[in-house]
């Protein structure tokens, strides 16, 4: 009787660990693509296990992960929280990690990772995985440390790869015994231009040090193969891990580059690739709602679908591709930005019409992790039902014609523009405006030789003119409604006249008199005309890049020949320019005299 007992104790037992163990019972998808249909829609849990304060840790603050974990302003993460990003339709989380500079001392050789800190990103693991979700887990900016890679001193160098390795083989060990629900990346956004930053926290070194282009390239391949090999040598679950290769800055275009390399691996199709998509930054990284650039327009949806289309050239490799980090973030008013649901909705449209997947950025500003949801409701509606579940049983080539299907709807209802300024600015027309980006760039009004209008900081108020042929005319800018209320100095500043070669072949503009908030100023040398695509018709005010040896053989003035003519004639050292208002321009359009 004893014995039955014990074997049915033993059933039941046995029935309950196959219950815990159903969420992760199912089997490891067969290679990268797969991997990235499984993953849905993912979201960050930013600025939380990442949080550190530049390595100055010590005593209980090294001990104490909450301390760190809730440095940033984020409270501390609790089983709950993990269920209710799953329910608002996330199936993977992204947990960004600074490893080194909350637990060791690399300054001194030190690289050991603080048993305190793993239990405590274990901890979230299991959350995380309890909730049926999958996870990644890096080393984040961790207080810069990466510059070390590039520094002058060999002993620097040696120690960055040192702590490199060692930190993984740390993280592999821990979390080897998880199966394929657990990714891991090799970096966030540190591989390549980071490789310059001076962090001296670490080193004895100055790190004034200036890698060229193929040097950061071939480091960055070496880093990410060294991180390849070092888990793989680990063993056990290690062994076929799915890893995610951080490209370079995980940027777009410079991670399309054929000087970027992916690792050479021993595990067949278990690599996938990590790039981050915050374009335009004008629009998505600005910190207000207010000072958020425009954004909607047709063009708007075809540049985003273009620039993703790029990441094909990696899907066909049979790499999967991760879009670790996009959104159009909320200011620090907490404050949704004008289309940003449309923003989300097109995004999530074209990853599933390209086959990627991709995690937000979030730092409770989309999910608020206090009230346990998303709180904007068009922004909830996005994110509904657009998770792996509701697309499981799907053949991927019906999922990615409804992707490409609602986009091109989204696009099919955008208007060509946001701003209707009265002008005439059909395909034949001639609009004359300024083309200005402010001294910081965070201002900026129709940059380039297409006219614009509504590419914008929002709150500048423009007059643009209808250039109707030969005669005098005024183009201004009007700073005072925006967020600083002033421009802070200039970058790059021109006048342009929409198709002014087309329909005033060889005309000339001729600056009257430039005014900046009301006060007129003078000019340094003389200003020409010239046009660059050959259909709009320039005048620099200030243009640093134009080489004048090579722009007067396609510039023309009004008068005379061309002796003191310059494409920097606004002087950026006047006291006035420090915060521009207003700028007035009153110019003579005309044939050459």
């Known amino acids: 009787m004893k014995l039955r007992t014990l074997m049915i104790l033993c059933c039941l037992a046995a029935g309950l660990l196959l219950c815990f163990a159903g969420a992760y019972a199912e089997d490891a998808p067969a290679d990268a693509i797969e991997m990235t249909r499984r993953m849905g829609n993912g979201i960050n849990l930013g600025n939380t296990m990442e949080a550190c304060n530049n390595g100055k840790t010590g005593g209980m603050m090294r001990d ?20 209710a990003m799953k329910e608002s339709g996330f199936d993977t989380i992204r947990i960004p990690v600074a490893w080194l500079t909350n637990a060791s001392h690399l300054n001194e050789g030190d690289y050991t990772i603080s048993p305190g800190y793993l239990d405590r990103v274990e901890e979230i693991v299991n959350y995380a995985l309890d909730a049926d979700m999958i996870v990644i887990i890096n080393d984040h900016w961790d207080g810069g440390w990466w510059g070390m890679f590039g520094s002058d001193t060999e002993a620097t160098r040696k120690l960055a790869m040192e702590a490199y390795t060692g930190m993984w083989k740390q993280i592999a060990e821990r979390f080897g015994k998880y199966d ?59 062994a076929e891990r799915f890893l995610l290769i951080a490209g370079f800055n995980t ?45 909607g327009r047709k063009k708007d949806f075809e540049t ?28 620090s008013d907490g404050i949704m930005k004008t289309n940003a649901p449309a923003y989300h909705e097109a995004f999530l449209d074209c990853c599933d019409a390209l086959d990627l997947t991709s995690c937000l950025w979030d730092c409770s500003g989309f999910f608020i992790r206090r009230e346990l949801k998303i709180t904007e409701p068009e922004m909830a509606a996005v994110y509904a ?15 990615a014609a409804a992707g490409k299907a609602a986009f091109d709807a989204i696009v099919a209802a955008a208007p060509e523009s946001l701003v209707d300024n009265g002008l005439d600015t059909g395909d034949g027309s001639s609009v004359a405006w300024i ?20 590419s914008m900081t929002p709150g500048i108020v423009p007059t643009d003119v209808q250039i109707t042929g030969p005669g005098t005319y005024t183009v201004a800018l009007d700073f005072t409604g925006t967020e600083a209320g002033y421009a802070a100095n200039t970058a790059f500043s021109a006048i342009g006249i929409s198709n002014g070669e087309q329909n005033y072949p060889g005309y000339c503009i001729f600056f009257n008199e430039v005014i900046i908030n009301g006060e007129s100023v003078k000019l340094k040398g003389r200003n020409y005309t010239c046009s660059d695509d050959g259909k709009c018709t320039r005048s620099n005010l200030y243009n640093e890049w134009v080489d004048m040896k090579n722009a007067r ?18 002087d950026r050292e006047l006291e006035i320019m420090r915060q521009i208002r207003t700028i007035e321009i009153t110019f003579r359009y005309e044939p050459r005299q």
């Not at 001296?200 to 790190?207: Q, V």
């Not at 985003?304 to 200011?331: C, D, H, N, Q």
């Not at 697309?391 to 999922?399: H, L, S, V």
């Open 553 to 570: 053989s396609g510039a023309r003035v009004l008068y005379g020949d061309l002796t003191g003519i310059s494409a920097t004639v606004l």
């Open 180 to 238: 394929w629900h657990v990714i891991y990346e090799s970096a966030n956004e540190e591989l390549g231009n980071n490789f310059d930053m001076n962090s001296p926290l670490y080193c004895e070194d100055s790190l004034d040090h200036h890698l060229s282009d193929n040097e950061k390239f071939a480091l960055t391949n070496l880093v990410n193969q060294t991180f390849v090999d070092t888990v793989r040598e680990s063993g056990g679950n290690n």
């Open 304 to 331: 985003m679908y273009s620039e993703l289309s790029r990441m094909k050239k990696f899907t066909a490799a049979g790499y999967g591709v991760v879009i670790g980090e996009y959104g159009a973030l909320p200011g």
């Open 435 to 454: 083309m200005f980006s402010g001294g910081d760039w965070a201002m900026s009004y129709s940059v380039g030789d297409v006219y614009t209008p509504d």
């Open 251 to 295: 940027d777009i275009d410079h991670t399309s580059d054929n000087r970027f390399a992916m690792p050479k691996d021993t595990a067949e199709n278990r690599l996938l690739l990590s790039v981050h998509y915050y374009s335009p930054w004008s629009y998505c990284g600005a910190s207000s709602a207010k000072g958020a650039s425009l954004w």
């Open 64 to 83: 104490d992960p909450k301390f760190f974990e809730t440095y940033w302003g984020q409270p501390v993460t609790t089983p709950e929280m993990l269920k």
């Open 385 to 399: 039902g657009r998770n792996y579940a509701s697309e499981a049983g799907k053949d991927y080539a019906e999922i």
